[in-house]
């Protein structure tokens, strides 16, 4: 059964020519690691805006879980349900790989000892030691940041990761080291994955590809 779906779903941008998206429908399953491939303006990173519900569709429903998410409400539905990761990390600077992990625990109440005994566990699972925890984000290389950012991303206890270019600043080993936490989430979890990329090597590591095309979205494989 779909967790997360769009149900002829269209977006357009105010004075844009055509829509970014246009009347997409497809279905998101638990257990699987999804990719979303397309050249740049093909609408692939508005199509995870509208799942992640920072933009809501001019026509066509996206539904999770059966429901619209327009009659939810979307702070949070993208606190408790979606999880987002970026291709600039987005860590906090001023806090440690710790506090960053720490931080969407705390946001729902769950108190400090025990925010970071759990994020203590979540770094540990994507491999970062106890030392590289206390560290800064400045003071860790680019593998070490996308691995804590996806810890913070199991820190809410979403289901369903959103992944924006997740690999697009990291070299070939950590690329391959990223995508393997995400389809062993996917694989062994039960999450729902999905990965919007510019590299095919990656999209041949996930179970399913989509393929984005003037707003238009077909599945490949």
């Known amino acids: 059964m779909a ?3 769009l149900k002829n779903v269209t977006y357009s941008y105010k004075g844009a020519a055509k829509p970014a998206v246009n009347s997409v429908s497809c279905s998101f399953e638990a257990g699987t690691l ?9 609408g692939k990173s508005t199509l995870l805006a509208l799942l992640a519900g920072l933009d809501l569709p001019d ?3 996206v539904l999770f879980g059966g429901e619209n998410i327009a009659a939810l409400d979307l702070d949070l539905y993208r606190r408790e349900y979606i ?19 720490c931080y969407p625990l705390e946001l729902v109440g769950v108190k400090s000892a025990e925010a ?4 203590r566990e979540l770094l540990a699972s994507v491999s970062i030691t106890e030392e590289e925890m206390q560290r800064f984000p400045a003071n860790l ?5 996308q691995r804590v950012a996806i810890a913070r991303a199991l820190a809410s206890g979403a289901k369903v990761i959103l992944a924006d270019e997740p690999t697009g600043n990291l070299d070939v080993e950590n690329t391959q080291t ?3 936490i995400l389809a062993s989430l996917a694989d062994e979890q039960d999450y ?9 090597e990656v999209a041949d590591m996930t179970d399913v590809v989509y393929r984005m095309k003037d707003g238009v979205l077909t599945r490949e494989r």
Request: a negative charge; one cysteine or more; aromatic letters at 8%.
């Open 3 to 5: 967790v997360i779906s």
């Open 34 to 42: 999804y990719a979303v491939v397309g050249p740049s303006g093909s």
């Open 59 to 61: 026509e066509g429903e």
């Open 83 to 101: 999880s987002m990761i970026f291709q600039a990390f987005r860590l906090f600077p001023l806090l440690t790989a710790l506090e960053n992990v």
């Open 116 to 119: 970071k005994r759990r994020a």
């Open 141 to 145: 290389s680019g593998g070490q940041q």
């Open 178 to 180: 990223v995508i393997d």
């Open 192 to 200: 729902c994955v999905i990965v919007v990329t510019h590299d095919a």
